[in-house]
Each structure stands twice: as C-alpha cells, then as structure tokens.
C-alpha cells in the first residue's frame, strides 16, 4: 500500500495549485482519504477528508470556500485544488488513508493508518 502525494510548489498569493494523492497496492475509493499539513514548528492539522461511503467531503474552517477535494476513481486518485492561496497554507502537504474512519475524528492524524510522503506549498510573494 502507497500513497504518493505530488503538485506542490511555489506559488504567489492568490494563486492556484492543484495537489495530486495517487495510490498504489489498493483501490482507493474503498478507503477515507484525507489531506494533512504541517508548518514549521506546528502541529499536524487535518485540512480535507474524502469519505469512502458517500463520498462526502469535510473540510477545516480555514480552507473552507478556497480548497475543493475530489477523486478520480479511473486514475486511483484524489486531488486537492487549492485557490486563493494565502501566505499562512504555506506547509508540507501529507495525504492519509484508512479503511473505517469516524467522520467526527477525520481531522485526527491518529485516525489514518497509511501516509504518503508531503509536498511542499510555498505561498510567497
């Protein structure tokens, strides 16, 4: 089972960036699939989950109305299309899986069980 995150990058305030979760070893539309970032000398937070019964979606406040998750079932993966970025989503990107989740905890890194290795959002002028 691997996760593979990509699409990071250096992008101004304002700007777009599209974050791309392939998976490997597994169908993911089985599983819950959430992104996580984390900044410099903070905690892991939880920004998306992508549920796995109905493909509901949740999101934290911050990022709510500018960041949009999705799955292509055909390609094995999901996407994070991220607008209106601001210098503060600036963060390594993580992308997480795991099978039976409690939508109430899916902002929890101890939720997920499978990681892929982060990318890195710079949002800078």
């Known amino acids: 089972v691997q996760l593979q995150a990509s699409g990071g990058g250096l992008v101004q305030p304002g700007g777009s960036l599209r974050l791309s979760c392939a998976a490997s070893?597994?169908?993911?539309?089985?599983?819950?699939i959430a992104w996580f970032r984390q900044a410099p000398g903070k905690e892991r937070e939880g920004v998306s989950c992508i549920s796995s019964s109905d493909g509901g979606t949740y999101y934290a406040d911050s990022v709510k109305g500018r960041f949009t998750i999705s799955r292509d079932n055909a390609k094995n993966t999901v996407y994070l299309q991220m607008t209106s970025l601001k210098p503060e989503d600036t963060a390594v990107y993580y992308c997480a899986s795991v099978a039976y989740l409690w939508t109430m905890d899916w902002g929890l890194p101890e939720s997920y069980n499978y990681w892929g290795h982060g990318t890195l959002v710079t949002v800078s002028s």
């Open positions: 070893g597994f169908t993911l539309h089985y599983y819950n």
